[in-house]
């Protein structure tokens, strides 16, 4: 006891010490991803102390909320304490004993005063919302930097989200993530509000999920051989005797941790088990419910097309695949299922003699019908586990002649319930389509939310699929495209980015990617429409970046090429803007055909050149050279 107590002291005193040496700091403009519904700043302000005190009111302290947002307080280099009423806070909980109806299950309201700061709302999750808001008023690098006080504007932000469905995607089946780097995902989820984690955790690369009841599964089909000492798209397949090593599963008490953790933060976890296409590793482990001998393996790099297919005619497939789900079900509280359903290769149906007998048994109309069966099977099995299942939009049977936002075509699978969620990804018009048939759809179209894809000029950037999507574009995404009918857009619960991860094998490379432009995707997820602003928003995720270095986030700094906008002046010269997404941007140019560099001329603002001139161009950003010199020819 006595060399506790020496050890104590001096503890104290350098936590005492800590709190006095630190510095002072005014914060100034508000500025909130996602950009809240209603905000106003006004004249005073208020100082927050190193040593907070915490009152929580209608809620336990002990609860999972309150302990969380004591333990990112000291995060902060505070030391807050706990007191019992709001009268003697610096910061007050408070959960409503009267529904406030404006704020909904996941609105809050947050007030800063000159006597403190006081967030209130109808549930814990809304407390959650409102502390993250809070987190942004203070300064960005908080988490890097001990202040003795930090002065903050007096304001009042009212706030809940457009739609109740705000997600992110994390395939770990191509590249296995561990449960550190998941949980970093959920904390930078949960710093802007997002709340589901699609967790993608089987697909032909690799099986993730714990089988006690098919161990072949993590034994054979969560390994495949390592290529990852060379890029994704030149893997050579695995020679013959050469051990499978790459790879892992998580086990049952890992996955409890995440979905605990992820509870604390206001965020479901919903898992994928990917049918009845995607399933190399299931046959490489379990090859009798193929529906041929083809000796399957677990996929190493590009695979395509996907032609292993469980086979539908086969009766065990359908008591393997209730045994799984029923596995996962288990596992997961969360009520919904994803059961994947995309880019499901029938040429071996076709070929299959059980799978045709099955198709002229249940009076189908081919194998597109054939799936539907199967997706009906599997939905009126989780149903019965209470769960609701989601599908990548071909679980609805449409195919692409079949979509448009005016014919009127709604859902044409007669096996799947209307409760049945789609997922749509090859654009908007499928997820309207089943939007008309009654069914909830959650929208991430490609050339938006795909967040694979490269977000700035390919030379400059590592490895990616392909395609491009930059900041502002992911910022033009809707869920609701204009002219929607109100009928439709009320089934439209929300939307997600996707982070699939064929060319993302490490965690730094995974933030690279999803970072900024999830929160592109959380503004317009949470935002109404009207409040949006692409200007102010490229300026606020410059104090973003900011806090996600503190936080050890990696993240891509934007695309720096340049973008111009021509206005006549007459008949040989044209007037040239030109900016770039990234706010703060040094643009240097010349018009003699020469190089630029720095000691070039400028860009201030627009600017009258002649038809025909040649213009070049170097950003620079941060003082960096960020891109390869651009030439234009003005027409």
């Known amino acids: 006891m006595q060399t506790v107590r020496r050890l104590a002291v001096p503890l104290l005193v350098v936590l005492i010490l800590a709190t006095a040496c630190g510095r002072s700091v005014t914060v100034g403009d508000v500025s909130v991803v996602p950009e809240p519904v209603f905000c106003v700043q006004k004249e005073g302000t208020f100082t927050l102390r190193g040593n907070p005190r915490l009152s929580v009111q209608g809620f336990g302290q002990n609860s999972p909320t309150a302990k969380y947002i004591m333990k990112s307080l000291r995060s902060a280099h505070m030391h807050p304490s706990l007191v019992p009423t709001s009268s003697e806070a610096d910061i007050s909980l408070v959960l409503n004993d009267t529904v406030n109806s404006e704020i909904g299950t996941e609105g809050y309201l947050l007030e800063v005063r000159n006597g403190g700061i006081r967030i209130s709302a109808n549930s814990e999750t809304g407390l959650l919302y409102g502390y993250q808001t809070l987190v942004q008023l203070l300064p960005a690098d908080v988490l890097k930097t001990t202040y ?309 000029d390919p030379r400059y950037q590592p490895a990616s699929i392909g395609g491009l999507v930059t900041l502002s574009k992911a910022y033009g995404f809707d869920p609701v495209p204009e002219g929607t009918p109100a009928a439709v857009a009320r089934n439209v619960i929300g939307g997600q980015c996707n982070l699939w991860a064929e060319y993302i094998n490490t965690p730094q490379h995974a933030e690279y990617m999803l970072l900024p432009r999830m929160l592109a995707t959380a503004e317009c997820l949470w935002t109404p429409r009207d409040n949006k602003d692409w200007n102010r928003f490229r300026r606020k995720v410059e104090v973003q970046k ?59 603002g627009p600017i009258n050149l002649e038809r025909g001139t040649h213009i070049k161009i170097l950003p620079v950003y941060k003082d960096i050279e960020r891109d390869s010199v651009y030439e234009f020819l003005i027409k």
């Open 148 to 456: 003795r006080s930090i002065t903050m504007p007096e304001c009042t932000i009212l706030d809940y989200p457009r739609f109740a469905w705000r997600g992110v995607m994390l395939d770990v089946s191509r590249h296995f993530f561990n449960v550190k780097h998941v949980k970093k995902v959920l904390d930078v989820m949960a710093t802007y509000k997002m709340n589901k984690l699609h967790w993608h955790l089987t697909d032909d690369h690799g099986w993730r999920l714990p089988s006690e009841k098919y161990p072949q599964l993590n034994t054979v089909g969560s390994w495949r051989v390592d290529r990852d000492d060379v890029p994704w798209g030149k893997a050579e397949p695995a020679r013959e005797g050469e051990r499978a090593t790459y790879g892992g599963y998580y086990s049952k008490e890992e996955i409890a941790d995440v979905i605990r953790y992820a509870a604390d933060r206001g965020i479901e976890v919903i898992p994928e088990v990917e049918l009845p296409g995607h399933v190399s590793a299931v046959l490489a482990a379990m090859p009798q419910l193929a529906c041929d001998d083809y000796p399957y393996e677990v996929a190493i790099g590009p695979y395509w097309p996907p032609k292993a297919i469980l086979c539908a005619g086969n009766d065990s497939t359908l008591t393997v695949l209730y045994d799984l789900l029923d596995e996962v079900c288990d596992l997961f509280p969360s009520k919904y299922i994803h059961i994947g359903g995309d880019e499901a290769w029938k040429d071996n149906w076709e070929a299959c003699a059980k799978c045709q007998r099955r198709i002229r048994a249940e009076h189908l109309d081919g194998e597109e019908q054939l799936q539907s069966w199967l997706v009906g099977k599997v939905q009126q099995h989780l149903a019965e586990r209470g769960k609701t299942i989601i599908g990548w939009d071909e679980i609805m049977g449409l195919k692409k002649e079949g979509w448009s936002m005016d014919n009127g075509v709604s859902e044409t699978n007669p096996f799947v319930t209307d409760d049945a969620v789609v997922l749509s990804w090859r654009g908007y018009e499928p997820g309207l389509a089943a939007a008309r048939g009654g069914h909830p759809v959650i929208m991430c179209p490609t050339e938006y939310c795909y967040v694979d894809y490269y977000q700035a």
């Open 546 to 604: 900011d806090r996600l270095h503190a936080k050890g986030y990696n993240y891509c700094e934007g695309s720096f090429t340049p973008h111009f906008t021509a206005r006549r002046v007459d008949d040989n010269t044209m007037n040239i803007s030109i900016s770039t997404e990234v706010p703060n941007t040094y643009i240097f140019y010349t018009t003699d055909l020469s190089t630029p560099t720095r000691e070039s001329l400028i860009y201030i």
